[in-house]
C-alpha cells in the first residue's frame, strides 16, 4: 500500500505592514479551503506568514520590535486556522516570529510548527541559518536585520507524521547541505522549508538574476541527495517596495520538480507525494550505511570557517 501524502503549496503574495493578522488568516484559510477541495491532506505556508517581513526595517524600540511576534500558539489571530483545519482535517506547517520565556528572559526565534490533520501541533522548528545583519546598514535598499532580531535554533529534528518521517526548515536553511543530511541521517522523508527571498542580495547584487535559479537548485540538491521530497514555499511579489521571488514548488526524491506555482500572488498548487519513493534512492545511491565514509568528513562539524592550508595564501577574491 503505497503512503500518499497530498501536500499543497500555499504561497502567499505580499503582506504589506497595515494588513492585520485577521487579514492574513482570512487569506490562509481561504488557501486551506482551496486546499482541502483538491484533497490535500497537508498545507505548507511560507516563512514569517502572519505579518510582513519585519526584519528589512531597522528598529530600535523592543515594544515595536514584540509587535511582530506571537507569544501563544494557537493565539486569537490564529484560532480560525486552527479551527478550519479541525473541521477539513487538512495540516499544516506555519511560519511566525516567537517570543519564547526561556529561565526568566525573552527570547526571540524565527519559527515554524507543523500541525497534523487533528489541529494538534506535533513539531515546532527555529530557524538554524539566520542570514543578513545585526547593525544598521544604511548602505543597503532595505535592511536585512534577522542575527540582530533573531537568536538561532538549536537544531534539525524529524517527526513521524503524516505516515511518514517529517522535517523542516526555513528559508536561508535551504542553500546549506547540512540542513539536509542532519534530518536525511534521521530517515527524513519530506523536508518542509517556507522562504521569503528578496530578488535583491544587497551583498552580492550580480546574483539577483539568478535568485529563482538557486532557490530550484538548492532544494533539487538536497532532495536528491537524501532521497527526501522537499516542498518550498515563497511569500512573494512586492512588500512594503521589496520585491521577492515566487518559485514555490515541490520535489520529488528524485530531484524534479512535479509541482510549482506560477504566479507572485497568493496560490494553492498540489501534488500527491509517495513517501514509498524516497526509498528508490535512500536504498540505492544514497544508503547512507553502505556508502558513506564519515571518517573522512571531520572538518564538517570541527571547522566552522575556512583555514587555509600551511603555505597557502588566500586568492584575492577572498582578502578583498
Ligand atoms: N529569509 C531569508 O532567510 N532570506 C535569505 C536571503 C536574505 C538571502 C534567503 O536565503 O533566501
Known sequence: MPRYVNVALGQLGPIQRADSRAQVV?????????????????????ELA???FFPRWYMEDQAEIDSFFEREMPNEATRPLFALARELGIGFYLGYAELAEEGGRSVRYNTSILVDRTARIVAKYRKVHLPGHAEHEPWRRFQHLEKRYFTPGPGFGVTRAFGGVMGMAICNDRRWAETYRVMGLQGVEMVLIGYNTPVHNAPAPDHDDLSLFHNELSMQAGAYQNGTWVVGVAKAGVEE????IGGSCIVAP????VARCLTKGDEMAIARCDLDFCGIYQRTTFDFDRHRQPHAYGLIVERKGVTLAAGESAPAARQA
Open 50 to 52: 502572519l505579518t510582513t
Open 26 to 46: 482570512q487569506r490562509l484559510c481561504a488557501l486551506m479551503r482551496e486546499a482541502h477541495a483538491v484533497g490535500a491532506h497537508l498545507i505548507v505556508y511560507p
Open 241 to 244: 517596495g521589496v520585491d521577492s
Open 254 to 257: 528524485s530531484g524534479e520538480v
